[in-house]
């Protein structure tokens, strides 16, 4: 196995490692369900083999509740999760019965910007080097995070039409740039990269064509980086990106960018670390009640079918852990992981021929247990709560 790369602990230290830690779950729809299913179940085997103590709150929001109750993000839920939560762990929003989707808008957008969660972090990074398309890359060739500004930018819903319906038709979608938020995203990458001994950050932007916004990030980006000696500032356009991480993806350690283009990079990214199902992602906001969920939409035609790939959201529970302080129990679930696609024990998409549950279980089977007093203690501390509202 290579190196592990550690992900997402901004800042965690404000938050207490070795105490009891409350998680809302939310599964959503279509495979969410099922891949969160796995992502519990690991964390409750975690509970024996490594002692950490969380207690899981189920809600069951998503595409039936609305459908049936017309409610989709119930009303005072931001306030509930960020007083009583220490971090949510989702699965996927979007069904076919729902064509607006607006359910999964409410719920998923309004967590992300309602709870001020700035920080899109995408770790992309290749366990074994038969899952990537590209030729003759080692692991060590992919091992970058992406840190993708996660409340403004082109998805703050500014527009609108002029003469709808007629062929005169205008339609306007605005982009937002605020000096906070391209600040407080770029200096949390650079934060991360001194935490992690990561030598360079890479600003992906289209300030060439895009000349207020951009111009903006490039200043920004300079004055971060002129304060953070030792690291280097990188800048590319975002769209010889695309085709550098295609050809040299050894370059990127730490990479910034827009709400838009990191989620259209990390698309890419997560195609070169051997696909969706395998991508994690955590919706940050150092300190405060975070976000864990897979790349992965709810891919209805898999839905039910026990053969979408847990993969994603076990590693997404790992992030978890890491930000909660729960460092050693978050390596160990990395090693099982990587373990199990080192021997093929994995679903279809990945070469294997497990299903979601036998993937999840072959994954709990290669935690080493570990043996203390202080351990038993911790276990009976722990518990499981279901709350469906
Ligand atoms: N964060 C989210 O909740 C989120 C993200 C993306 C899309 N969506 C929603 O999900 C629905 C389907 O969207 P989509 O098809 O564009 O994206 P998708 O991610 O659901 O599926 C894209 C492709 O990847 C495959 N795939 C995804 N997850 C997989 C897994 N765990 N194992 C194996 N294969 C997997 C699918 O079969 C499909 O071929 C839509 O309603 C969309 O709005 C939700």
Wanted: with cysteine.
């Amino acid at each position: 196995m290579h190196d592990r790369s550690p992900v997402c602990n901004v800042d965690r230290e404000i938050l207490m490692p070795e105490t009891r830690k409350k998680i809302a779950v939310i599964p959503g729809d279509g495979i969410g369900p099922e891949v969160i299913r796995e992502a519990v179940r690991v964390l409750d085997r975690l509970r024996e083999t490594h002692g950490v103590e969380l207690e899981l709150t189920h809600f069951d929001w998503g595409a039936d509740k609305f459908l049936k109750e017309g409610i989709s993000l119930p009303e005072g839920a931001l306030e509930m999760l960020s007083s009583e939560f220490d971090a949510i762990l989702a699965g996927a929003f979007g069904d076919p019965r729902v064509a607006s989707n607006k359910h999964a808008e409410d719920i998923l957008l309004g967590m992300r910007r309602g709870l001020d969660l700035y920080i899109n972090l995408r770790p992309v990074r290749l366990l074994d080097a038969r899952l990537t398309p590209l030729r003759d890359r080692q692991p060590a060739d992919i091992n970058f995070v992406v840190f993708r500004e996660n409340t403004e930018g082109a998805y703050c819903g500014a527009g609108g039409f002029l003469k709808k319906g007629t062929p005169d038709e205008i339609a306007t979608q605005e982009e937002l740039n605020t000096r906070r938020g391209v600040e407080r995203i770029i200096e949390a990458a650079f934060a991360y990269a001194r935490k992690h001994k990561r030598r360079r950050v890479t600003m992906a932007d289209k300030s060439n064509v895009q000349r207020y916004g951009g111009d903006l990030w490039q200043r920004v980006f300079k004055e971060v980086a002129s304060r953070c000696a030792g690291i280097e500032a990188n800048h590319q356009y975002v769209d010889a990106m695309t085709m550098f991480m295609v050809l040299d993806p050894s370059q990127y350690e730490v990479i910034v960018t827009n709400n838009m283009f990191g989620d259209i990079l990390t698309d890419l990214g997560a195609a070169l670390q051997g696909g969706l199902g395998l991508a994690a992602s955590g919706n940050i906001h150092p300190g405060r009640v975070s976000l864990f969920e897979p790349v992965h939409g709810s891919a209805p035609p898999l839905a039910g079918k026990n053969v979408a790939n847990p993969v994603g959201s076990i590693l997404t529970a790992a992030m978890m852990l890491e930000y909660l302080g729960f460092d050693e129990a978050s390596e160990e679930v990395e090693r099982a992981v990587s373990e199990t696609i080192a021997r093929t024990e994995t679903t279809r998409d990945l070469g294997g021929t497990l299903s979601t549950e036998e993937a999840g279980a072959a994954i709990r089977e290669k935690f080493e247990k570990q043996n203390s007093g202080v351990m038993k203690s911790r276990i009976q501390n722990s518990g499981v709560r279901s709350q469906n509202e």
